[in-house]
């Protein structure tokens, strides 16, 4: 069963520290989504990933995928409460696969 | 980024009716829509997906007869909780995607209450 891990299930930090979370698998991407969803509302794309070692940025949110392909990663430099959210990473072997979702990195900024 | 809509934003039926749930695309054409189930604190669970103008599939455990899923067009999909039940309370989010992309835009849910 193809699964991905995300790490950490619940992170707690206060505003303006650095933080990283992550997105693995033992399956290789062909690409990889991440998204955010605040409570009660549906998911927001991020980011699309797709080759490896390839790095993207969105102002403070840096997305690494790796060499293999089979790992990602968020880094969130300087954390403010909007950043709060459930952040899921999402992807899709093929066009008949199944589509596999992770459990999901709850994240809570303190003000 | 794309814009989707869900109708109704939430709703409380009675045991035993039926509830529509729409989801449209507003400004791009969804050529596959999918259907997701969540539950609080917990990631999305796909119940099922459907092209345009095709049958949906349905994830293993998710009752067809139960859950009827119309794509009539490329802006428009339907769901449908037949019979509902207190059990089907939850919170069902529609995703589209287009053409041979892989990403998905989702719509903003539909908090669904049987009581």
């Known amino acids: 069963t193809q699964l991905l891990e995300q790490s950490p299930q619940f992170l707690s930090i206060q505003e303006g520290e650095n933080l990283t979370v992550y997105c693995n698998s033992s399956?290789?991407?062909?690409?990889l989504q991440w998204y955010r969803q605040e409570p009660g509302e549906g998911p927001v794309l991020l980011v699309t990933?797709?080759?490896?070692?390839e790095v993207k940025k969105l102002k403070r949110l840096t997305f690494q995928f790796g060499d293999a392909r089979k790992d990602s990663s968020l880094h969130i430099t300087a954390a403010q409460p909007g950043d709060t959210g459930l952040y899921l990473c999402e992807y899709q072997q093929n066009r008949d696969d199944k589509i596999i979702f992770g459990k999901g990195t709850r994240l809570h900024i303190l003000p | 980024g794309a814009v989707v809509s869900q109708h109704p934003s939430w709703v409380i039926c009675k045991s035993g009716t039926s509830v529509k749930i729409e989801c449209r695309s507003l400004d791009f054409q969804a050529t596959t829509m999918f259907w997701y189930r969540q539950f609080p604190k917990q990631s999305l669970m796909l119940m099922a997906t459907s092209n345009e103008g095709s049958k949906a599939t349905y994830e293993q455990g998710v009752e067809k007869d139960k859950f009827l899923i119309n794509h009539a067009s490329l802006t428009l999909s339907t769901l449908t909780v037949t019979s509902a039940h207190p059990e089907d309370s939850s919170f069902y989010i529609c995703g589209l995607r287009s053409g041979s992309k892989y990403e998905q835009y989702f719509g903003p849910g539909t908090r669904l209450t049987v009581t």
């Open positions: 399956s290789v991407f062909s690409s």
């Open positions: 990933v797709v080759t490896g070692g």
